[in-house]
């Protein structure tokens, strides 16, 4: 997608066996949701479908690879106009969903989406990656858990941003979070924890909530922590 999106949709069978992954690079703006089936899923890419089946991983680059002057082949990434945004949507009520680092420069999200285990996604060079943990909630199947097991140390990121929707969710930090990435979360409705280990540090966290409908309450728990944290209540309205 350096050059483009592609003007057509386009499916991917990965086929049974082996070891097949969905590379995309020059993303500008998209998003991901999983399957009902592990290895399946549809990506959008900019105004491009991408439908897959049986795949492994999912690694989507938000660079562009730019050829030097009187160069042919291509000789560096361009990382100065990272895309807006990367959605990243589960399919089901209630998720279990883990961001953790697996190299230098990448996270990573992987977890099960009522149950059903998803192909994990690797990301960088995105500015703003959401989580939506809200879309399909339904009623009795809306429990959502969001750990945030290693440090966020993806190339680029800015913003990350988790809607968990309705129902009892939790929200774990056991990592820290680099100064200049925020943490934005909004809870929704529900008995709600977000809650923050002893590796919890640094990073901008916000939490953004509206007026609870059900009665529920929420708790933010510093328990376990002993490095200090900065929280903006500034825009919970309840």
């Known amino acids: 997608f350096s050059s483009g999106d592609l003007p057509l949709d386009v499916t991917f069978h990965g086929g049974d066996g082996g070891f097949d992954v969905l590379d995309l690079s020059g993303v500008s703006i998209g998003s991901y949701t999983p399957g009902a ?126 809607n968990t929707g309705g129902g009892d969710d939790t929200v774990a930090v056991n990592a820290s979070v680099a100064p200049a990435v925020a943490v934005i979360v909004n809870l929704g409705d529900g008995d709600d924890v977000y809650q923050f280990s002893a590796a919890a540090s640094s990073g901008s966290f916000i939490l953004t909530e509206t007026a609870e409908t059900d009665g529920g309450t929420d708790t933010l728990d510093f328990s376990a922590n002993t490095t200090g944290i900065t929280m903006d209540l500034s825009k919970v309205t309840e």
């Open 37 to 162: 089936v592990f290895g399946d899923g549809v990506i959008t890419a900019g105004s491009s479908t991408i439908n897959f089946t049986g795949l492994e991983p999912v690694y989507i680059d938000g660079a562009t690879v730019t050829p030097a002057e009187g160069v042919d082949e291509p000789a560096g990434v361009v990382t100065t106009a990272l895309p807006n945004t990367f959605t990243f949507r589960t399919p089901g009520g209630a998720d279990d969903l883990v961001i953790d680092t697996p190299l230098m420069g990448w996270n990573r999200i992987k977890g099960t989406s009522s149950g059903v285990s998803f192909e994990e996604v690797h990301f960088t060079n995105i500015a703003t990656v959401t989580l939506d943990l809200a879309t399909h909630d339904m009623t009795g199947s809306d429990q959502d858990l969001v750990t945030i097991s290693s440090d966020l140390v993806a190339t680029g990121l800015e913003i990350l941003t988790i």
